[in-house]
């Protein structure tokens, strides 16, 4: 087990090597989702363009075909709403939201995106609306977090999605690393426009020190909900890495 944990974290240094940044949650659905930001937290998304089941370190992991990467902020408004501001460089996207805690356990986040690459010429302004729900079971060791969304990705098309995940607590404490958890994720589109197969991702996250950093394999590339949805065009897995910190 300690060589797996060891392996794993040599992963992780290796993906964060390029930016030397910080990044949050399982990535996609950002289990559990419905909490606010404490106070200020800066956020990067790594995801590899390449591969992972095409020869995996002939590839680099997937890696050596370059790096999706997504740079952001959350800022705490007030103790039920927070406010995100995040830039990816896929399609120069800006992504700006707002997530509303109803009460513990149910949010709603609305966003909007911005793509200012030259190479997109329509359809450069998109929306997205979500109801994060979300419960704890076996005392508290295992959590599911239900998503429905909408997004209009396609406005003359627009998606309906499901969301679903859940986290297993594996270890609260191993070594320097603690809460300890098993993720996974699974998203259908209902209808609108959506690739053929749907979102799917898995992976472990853990807390060390101050950050929360998770490790993960999937099959969308895309980090931002209003994208993310649309599932998964070419059966392409890919190597995912997330990290975020309080400022």
Same mark, same amino acid.
């Given at each position: 087990m300690k060589k797996i944990f060891v392996f794993l974290l040599l992963v992780v240094l290796f993906c964060a090597a390029p930016v030397f940044a910080f990044s949050a949650g399982l990535g996609n659905l950002n289990l559990p989702g419905y909490e606010t930001v !404490? !106070? #200020?937290s800066l956020y990067v998304v790594h995801r590899g363009v390449g591969d992972i089941t095409n020869k995996p370190f002939d590839n680099m992991l997937g890696t050596d075909q370059g790096l999706i990467t997504?740079?952001?902020?959350?800022? +705490?408004?007030?103790?039920? /709403?927070?406010?995100?501001?995040? +830039?990816s460089n896929l399609n120069q996207e800006f992504f700006v939201s707002n997530k509303i805690k109803i009460f513990d356990g149910f949010a709603f986040l609305w966003g909007v995106t911005n793509k200012t690459s030259p190479l997109i010429t329509q359809d450069k302004t998109n929306y997205v609306a979500q109801l994060i729900f979300y419960e704890e079971i076996f005392k508290d060791k295992v959590a599911v977090t239900? #998503? *429905?969304t909408y997004?209009?990705?396609?406005? $003359? +098309? *627009?998606?309906?999605?499901?969301?679903?995940?859940?986290?297993?607590? #594996? /270890?609260? !404490?191993?070594?320097?690393?603690? $809460?300890?958890?098993?993720?996974?994720e699974y998203t259908p589109a209902f209808g609108g426009y959506a690739f053929n197969g749907p979102e799917l991702s898995f992976g472990i996250r853990w807390n060390v020190l101050s950050q929360v950093m998770s490790l993960m394999i999937t $099959? /969308? *590339?895309?980090?931002?909900?209003?994208?993310y949805i649309l599932g998964n065009e070419d059966g392409v897995f890919h190597l995912g890495f997330n990290l975020s910190t309080e400022l």
């Open positions: !404490k !106070k #200020v997504t740079y952001g902020f959350g800022f +705490r408004i007030t103790d039920w /709403a927070d406010l995100s501001i995040m +830039r239900f #998503v *429905p997004s209009n990705f396609s406005p $003359n +098309r *627009p998606t309906f999605a499901i969301g679903m995940g859940g986290n297993l607590q #594996v /270890a609260e !404490k191993y070594g320097y690393l603690e $809460n300890i958890e098993i993720l996974g $099959n /969308a *590339p895309f980090t931002f909900p209003n994208s």
